[in-house]
Structures are given as structure tokens and as C-alpha cells.
């Protein structure tokens, strides 16, 4: 009953070579557009620099980027554990089905959404618009994760509560949540760090964040030192935030005990609660998934007749393409960053707290980085290769919460077990981690796939000339005011997308598949 | 479940190596015979497509095209420096064009190209050459709009309170805010500035959005770059309950804003560069401009778009188009007025 970090019998004295080379070059990577971001910093003039810095325009900008953060954040936890909830501990019909799709406006980009709510009403703008927005399309990252966390959740505490006389509210808020708190804190982190990096919503919306300026200044003033300084303000927010969850996720109770009493909640049957549930969900679904996917649907079919079906298909085989190629690139990243932060390596924490660092640039930050970066070496430059390399260092933080989580939930004793067996660190890590921490990490890489099938402004400056993504085909469209023309490739982008999404459910269910030992 | 796993990480592992090899042989330059030209092109495909085929069917150089954003574009060659893989630059607008050579990245083009080009249309340093004419107008609705203003200033007229709209993000509005400080100076520009917002006007992040909202009742007046009113006509399929004007002849809102080409340093065909820039000034090439992609001909300004006035009679005010590259003076402006 050793108190000891996890992973103690796989830790000798030192830290296995594999994995640290792996962490290093994560960490070298990582460094490349902070690097770049530095050096453009520093190349501006500091009496222009500090203008910028402390002029009224930047504090408005601090402000307003600060407040869309917590309050979306806020909300789609609030949300997102809720709709969780619902799905998990109430009797609705076709409880699978409904996980599935209040999860799937993940798939429609940022753009799309905020393109077909503005269609129906193409007055919305502003503040409030841009929190409905990206609340509504954020909302899954944290019922995803609450979901999860939901299913790791030891029942039996629960129950005995409520005989105990505990009202069902005050059971979820002292009972379940504390168990739930760090997936949760994971998932509203992803938000927060999404919310400061989308540029889609604010620019058609027209609110004022630092994305939206440091684009702005790229593209109008060519001043890259001020929006290299804008950036790293962006990175220095990032580090809150992940300082924030960090903490938030040390002091919520562990539970690594790999035996559970109860593992199902009992469902709740009640008329009430099962209506109410029901109505939040339906009312979920209208908003972010029913209306996005009708109007796109509807602009589709419209337009039926003169798509071009062959680039259609291509751009969709480009699309995958590079995006499965990031994620695996993402994965092999991950794996060895999780196996290091278990056995409580400082390297492997910085790896793991650097990626996160990264996740808020904007594309066309990491864009121009890997631009700077890759043109050094021509055979480098504007590849697939350098591309879906973009990808993972742009997304790679999504898969390193889950990766970190799954990597931590493996029984402590199943890895003592196997080392008493004498099997090395490698055998044990593909005879008794893996395929245990699969589901988690399976997870981690669908939602790194997913995030590179969207991704537009870094796409624009890295992919091979000639070669087109869904997204962008689609932004080239709206550029001259397609906007029905562009509508199948939306469709298509958000279909192709549906499907790892799906996917993403499937793995976590079932709990033979955790390791629980009866 | 063992042998499942092993399965699938065998064919993972086969898929990434296949898949990761293949992009370093996609990447090496196949010298085939005939020449190649890479163009970085702001101007988009559905548009310049057809011409840039034309070219290759008459010259037999191949085009390797690149579509973005001028302004994105320009950036990532700035970035690029003396990597670039680029030989020709084609932008939508002239700022994009003047960055890059204020960056001292394009190389001077030879005097018979430069004859084709009135001066004004082209950079001083003989670096870059217009090629379509894209104009600043105001749309409005005919239903609601009687009297048309005749010139920028008479915008600030209290009648136009909250019937106005701008789009103050994008290229060509900060290009007309430009214009506005090179002629009158700061101050003064920042007063007719302060003079638009007191009428606040409705902001809009996109031009078409600014014509749509016309159309559908939302404003009265817009200003607007000529060609959105063809098309967002050709997107809705329909005429459109607005119509497009220009100021008063010299009026400083009637600017002319050039797309434009200039070659990179880094060119590897300087010569077959050049021709392109050549096949797009010349007579035929420009008429089909007018006609198919509804803009001005920088060569012969005596062709027309359809249903618009001729650009001798539009006046517009002579500014010099590389000072549009450096628009941290006029966003600065905008920032301080609260428009950005």
C-alpha cells in the first residue's frame, strides 16, 4: 500500500532512453514556434512593442478575450456535465445513440456553425453571439470527457448516500463530482484553450480577441514583431490556464482502486427528472447539430446538380489523408510523454504541460512558424510530411489528456504482476499497458483527427501546391461568396468526420475493457 | 484479442511507413522537360484559373499554382525570405504586392513590361505591375435612397445615422482610409473618421455581407468594392434590391485599387515569369478580364464592365498604390477611433 508515484516497479533508477529521446523531441518540436514567435518579438523596435503592449486597444483586446474564455468556459462545463449527466444516470430511450450524437458537433467547424447561424439570422454578431456559438460547439469536448468520468465513477458511494436520505442534488455535488472532477477540469481545459485559439466564430462575428487582432495585423499591416508579441501574450494565458487545471486536477481525490462495487448507477426513472433530461438534450441537439446540418443539407441539395463531384472526392481523400497522418504522428508523440509522466519524470511533466502551451497559437501562428521553420529545408518544405506535422503540434494536447489518463488507470498491480513474472518494461508495456490503455488512447488520437480535418490557416500556408482539403475547397468558395457551392464540401467535411466521432464512443464502453478486477 | 492487436499495429505500422515515404518522394521537384513557373496567387482559382490554362496552352510552361490569401500570402513569402519557392507573385490588391517589395523581395522588371503600365497603376520601384482595376463605389437601395451622395463627406451628414455600413477589417476599406491620409493628412482624416462614427454605421467583417445586407433591408448604403454586386448577384441567382454608384468625379471614395504581379528574387524562370505578366496585359487577355471576371482593364482603361461607367469618367483620385503596403498607419487610425 505504497504511497509512492504510480508506475514505481516500472521505474528503476533512470528513465528509459526510448522514452526520454521521444519526450525531448516533443519538447524540441514544441519549441520551434515559440522560437519563431521570440525572434519576431524581439526584431520590433521596443518604444513601437511597448505602445502596443500598453496602449487602451490591448487591455480592451485582454478583456474581452478573458471574458469570452471564462464564461464559455463556465457554461459548457456546466452544460456539458449536465447533458453527461442526463445521458448517463437517467432512463431515456436509446441512451447509446443520443452519447453519440450530442457528441458530434465536434465535427462541424467553428466557420460552418457560425456561418449557418448567421443565415438564419445575419444580424447576429457580437459578444453574446460569439458565447452562444462557442458554447454550443465546445460543449462535447466536456460531456466527453464527463461521460467518461461518469463511467469510472464507484456507484456503490452514490447509492448508499441516497438511502442514507441525501437529496439527489447534493449526492451528484459531494458525492459524484469530486470523482468526476479531473476528467472534467481535462475536458473544460480543452475549451478554454479552443475558445483563445478559434478565429472562424470571432472574425465573422466580430469580436475583438487577441486571435482575431494578431490575424488582422498579419494580414493588414505585415507587422509580424507586434502580433508575434500578441501571440506570446496568447502562450502566457495558455500557461494560466494550464497552471489553473493542474492544480484543480492535484487536488481532487484519486481513484486508481481497481475494483468497484458498483459500476452502473441505478437509472433514474422518474417522470420528472426523465422529461427534463430528455428536453435538455433535445434542446442541445436542435441548436448545435439539427439546424447546422439542415441548412447544410438544404443548400446542398439546392446546388445538387452543378458539384464537382471528382474534386469533391479528392479533397475528402486529402483530407483523410492528412489528418491520419497527423494523428499518428500526435500518438507517437503522446504515448511516450504519458508513459514518462507516470513514473513522475520532470521531463516528462514539462512535455506534457509544454503541449499544452502550444494548443491556444492560432493556425496561422503555427502557419507562419513552421513557414519560417520548414523553408530552411527544401525538401522539407510544403509537404504531406511537414503538413500533418503541423497537425500534431497543433492538436497534440488533445490527445495527451486522455493518453496521460488512460496511461494512469492501468492497474497498479497488473504491472507488479508482470514485472514478478519477469518480463522487461517493453513486454510489459505491450502485453499489459496497451491494450488496456487502448480505448484512452484510441480517444486521444480520434480527437487529434478530427481537429486536423478542420484546421484551415496553417492547411492554406503548408500543404503541397495542389493539393486541397475539404476545408480548404471550401474556404476558396466562400472567399468569392459561394456559399452553395461551398456547401458540399462542408457536408462532406462534417460526415467524414462523424465517423471517428462515433467512433470516439465506442471504445470507452463496457467496463471489462478498463481493467476492473471483480 | 492478442493477435487482433498485433494485426492491426502490423498493417499501422506498414500504412505510416508507405504514407511517410511517399511524402518525401512527393516533394521532389520532377524535372521533366519544358519549363515550370510556381505562382503564388491571392487572385482566386475559380477566377484566374482559365487564364492561367490559356497561358500554359499557348506557351507550353507548366503553372504550379498556389491560391491563399493576397494578404496571407504576402506574409508567408515575407517569411520565406530567400527560400521561396515562389517565381511569381499574384495579388488582389497592391498592399499585399507593396509589402513584399518594401521587404526589397521582388526584382525590378524589364523596361518593355513596364511601358505597358501607366505609372500610377504600377510600383515606383518598377518592381510590380497592375493588371485588373477594382474600384471603390457605394452600393444602396434605390427603394430607400433618393438623394445619392456625392461625395465621401456627405456621409457625415446627420440623415445617415444608422443607415450605414463599412467593413472595416477589410483590405480595400483600409486601402480607401490610406488614400484618405495621404491626401488630407492625419488629422483630417481622423476627423471625417469621427465624423462616419458618429452616424454609427452597421460593421461587417465581408464586403458580400455588406451587399446582402442591402439587398435585404437591413441598410441603406454600403461602401464596397464594384464587382461584389455581380457577385453576390451570381450567388443568389437572382437581381439583387440594390444598385452601385460612384461619387462625384475625383472623389477621394471613387479610389482604384490594382491586382497586380511582381517576381520574386527567388525566381527560377525569370524569363517564362515575365511572360506571364505579359500574356496578362495584353489586349485579349484584358477584354476577357472585363468581361468575365466584371473588372477594369489596367491597359486599355477604355474597356468597361458591363453596366458600369468608364474609368476616365470615375476620375479617380491619383494616389500612389505602394504606399498601401504599409497600412499600420491607417489601422492605427482605425484603432484609435475604434473602428478595429
Known amino acids: 500500500m505504497s504511497k509512492k508515484a504510480h508506475g514505481e516497479a516500472t521505474k528503476a533508477s533512470h528513465v528509459p532512453l526510448g522514452l526520454f ?45 478573458s471574458s469570452l474564455v471564462i464564461i464559455v468556459s463556465l457554461m459548457a462545463s456546466i452544460l456539458g456535465v449536465s447533458l453527461a449527466w442526463s445521458l448517463h444516470n437517467v432512463k431515456i430511450p436509446m441512451r447509446n445513440l443520443q452519447q453519440a450524437l450530442v457528441i458530434l458537433p465536434i465535427a462541424i467547424p ?105 490575424s488582422n495585423l498579419y494580414r493588414g499591416s505585415f507587422d509580424r514583431s507586434s502580433a508575434a508579441v500578441l501571440a506570446l501574450i496568447l502562450v502566457l494565458l495558455s500557461a494560466t490556464l494550464i497552471a489553473i487545471e493542474s492544480r484543480a486536477r492535484g487536488k481532487a481525490r484519486q481513484s486508481r482502486n481497481s475494483a468497484r ?125 511537414l503538413l500533418a506535422f503541423s497537425y500534431a503540434l497543433l492538436f497534440m494536447a488533445k490527445s495527451v489528456g ?24 517493453a513486454q510489459t508495456f505491450r502485453a ?29 500556408m503548408l500543404r503541397p501546391t495542389g493539393f486541397e482539403t475539404l476545408a480548404t475547397e471550401m474556404w476558396a468558395l466562400t472567399a468569392i461568396s459561394r456559399f452553395s457551392e461551398a456547401a458540399p464540401y462542408a457536408l462532406f467535411l462534417v460526415l467524414i468526420a462523424a465517423i471517428p466521432t462515433f467512433l470516439i464512443n465506442r471504445p470507452d464502453r463496457g467496463s471489462n475493457e478498463e481493467g476492473d478486477i471483480a | 484479442m492478442g493477435s487482433k492487436l498485433k494485426k492491426s499495429r502490423l498493417f499501422l505500422a506498414l500504412a505510416s511507413f508507405a504514407a511517410l515515404a511517399s511524402t518525401l518522394v512527393g516533394c521532389s521537384s520532377d524535372s521533366s522537360e519544358g519549363q515550370s513557373l510556381v505562382i503564388y496567387s491571392g487572385r482566386s482559382e475559380e477566377f484566374i484559373a482559365p487564364f492561367l490554362a490559356e497561358f500554359t496552352e499557348k506557351t507550353g510552361i507548366q503553372l504550379d499554382v498556389r491560391y491563399g490569401d493576397s494578404a496571407a500570402l504576402a506574409a508567408q513569402i515575407l517569411e520565406e525570405g530567400e527560400n521561396s519557392p515562389a517565381d511569381l507573385f499574384l495579388s488582389q490588391d497592391a498592399g499585399s504586392l507593396g509589402a513584399v517589395s518594401a521587404a ?29 482595376g477594382r474600384v471603390r463605389v457605394f452600393v444602396y437601395s434605390p427603394d430607400r435612397v433618393s438623394v445619392l451622395p456625392k461625395s465621401i463627406d456627405d456621409l457625415l451628414a446627420a440623415e445617415w445615422k444608422g443607415r450605414l455600413a463599412i467593413a472595416p477589417t477589410n483590405s480595400s476599406f483600409q486601402a480607401f482610409i490610406s488614400s484618405l491620409i495621404q491626401s488630407r493628412g492625419d488629422a483630417a482624416a481622423e476627423q471625417w473618421l469621427n465624423g462616419l462614427m458618429k452616424n454609427e454605421p452597421k460593421l461587417y467583417e465581408k464586403n458580400s455581407q455588406i451587399v446582402e445586407a442591402v439587398d435585404a433591408g437591413e441598410i441603406d448604403l454600403g461602401l464596397v468594392n464594384h464587382y461584389y454586386l455581380w457577385e453576390v448577384a451570381q450567388e443568389l441567382g437572382r437581381d439583387l434590391n440594390a444598385a452601385i454608384e460612384f461619387f462625384q468625379p475625383g472623389d477621394l471614395g471613387n479610389l482604384i485599387n490594382v491586382s497586380g504581379a511582381g517576381i520574386l528574387n527567388t525566381a527560377k524562370n525569370f524569363a517564362g515569369a515575365q511572360e506571364l505578366i505579359a500574356y496578362l496585359l495584353e489586349e485579349g487577355t484584358q477584354a476577357k478580364f472585363v468581361s468575365d471576371t466584371h473588372e477594369y482593364s489596367i491597359v ?32 492605427d487610425l482605425l484603432i484609435r477611433v475604434g473602428l478595429l
Open chain 2, 104 to 132: 526589397g523581395l521582388l526584382r525590378s522588371l524589364d523596361q518593355d513590361l513596364i511601358k505597358k503600365v501607366e505609372n500610377k497603376y504600377q510600383s515606383t520601384n518598377q518592381d510590380w505591375v497592375g493588371i485588373t
Open chain 1, 110 to 214: 467553428s466557420y460552418v456553425f457560425t456561418f449557418s447561424w448567421i443565415s438564419i439570422n445575419p444580424s447576429i454578431s457580437g459578444f453574446w453571439a460569439a458565447v452562444f456559438i462557442l458554447v454550443l460547439s465546445t460543449t462535447p469536448y466536456v460531456s466527453l470527457a464527463a461521460l467518461s468520468g461518469l463511467r469510472r465513477v464507484d456507484w456503490s458511494q452514490h447509492e448508499v448516500a441516497m438511502t442514507l436520505g441525501l437529496n439527489p442534488f447534493r449526492t451528484f455535488i459531494e458525492i459524484t463530482l469530486p470523482q468526476i472532477r479531473n476528467s472534467v477540469a481535462a475536458g473544460t481545459l480543452l475549451v478554454a484553450l479552443y475558445v483563445l485559439s478559434d478565429f472562424g466564430a470571432v472574425a465573422l462575428l466580430g469580436v475583438d480577441t487577441f486571435t482575431r487582432s494578431i
Open chain 1, 261 to 385: 462495487l458498483l459500476k452502473q448507477p441505478i437509472l433514474i426513472n422518474s417522470r420528472g427528472t426523465k422529461l427534463a433530461a430528455q428536453i435538455l438534450i433535445a434542446l442541445y441537439l436542435a441548436l448545435s447539430l439539427i439546424t447546422p446540418m439542415g441548412l447544410l443539407l438544404l443548400r446542398f441539395f439546392n446546388s445538387a446538380g452543378t458539384i464537382d463531384y471528382p474534386s469533391l472526392f479528392s479533397a475528402s481523400i486529402s483530407t483523410i489523408v492528412a489528418a491520419f497522418l497527423g494523428a499518428l504522428i500526435s500518438i507517437s508523440l503522446a504515448l511516450p510523454i504519458g508513459l514518462l509522466v507516470l513514473t513522475g519524470s520532470r521531463l516528462g511533466n514539462l512535455a506534457d504541460k509544454g503541449v499544452l502551451l502550444v494548443h491556444a497559437l492560432p493556425g496561422i501562428v503555427m502557419g507562419l512558424a513552421l513557414v519560417a521553420f520548414g523553408s530552411e529545408f527544401p525538401w522539407l518544405y510544403q509537404t504531406l510530411g
Open chain 1, 21 to 65: 529521446t521521444a519526450a525531448l523531441f516533443s519538447l524540441i518540436f514544441i519549441a520551434i514556434p515559440l522560437v519563431y514567435l521570440l525572434r519576431r518579438a524581439l526584431e520590433g523596435n521596443w518604444r513601437s512593442l511597448s505602445a502596443l503592449l500598453f496602449r487602451e486597444k490591448t487591455a480592451q483586446i485582454f478583456t474581452t478575450t
Open chain 2, 300 to 331: 486599355n482603361p477604355s474597356l468597361t464592365p458591363e453596366g458600369l461607367p468608364a474609368l476616365a469618367a470615375i476620375k479617380s483620385p491619383a494616389i500612389d498604390l505602394s504606399t498601401l503596403a504599409d497600412l499600420k498607419r491607417t489601422q
Open chain 1, 402 to 425: 486522455s493518453v496521460r489518463s488512460a496511461l494512469a488507470r492501468v492497474p497498479q498491480n497488473l504491472i507488479d504482476i508482470s514485472a514478478t513474472l519477469g518480463k522487461s518494461r
Open chain 1, 432 to 460: 499489459v499497458i496497451l491494450p488496456l490503455a487502448a480505448p484512452g488512447v484510441l480517444t486521444g488520437s480520434l480527437l487529434v483527427l478530427l481537429a486536423a480535418m478542420k484546421e484551415l490557416p496553417a492547411t492554406l
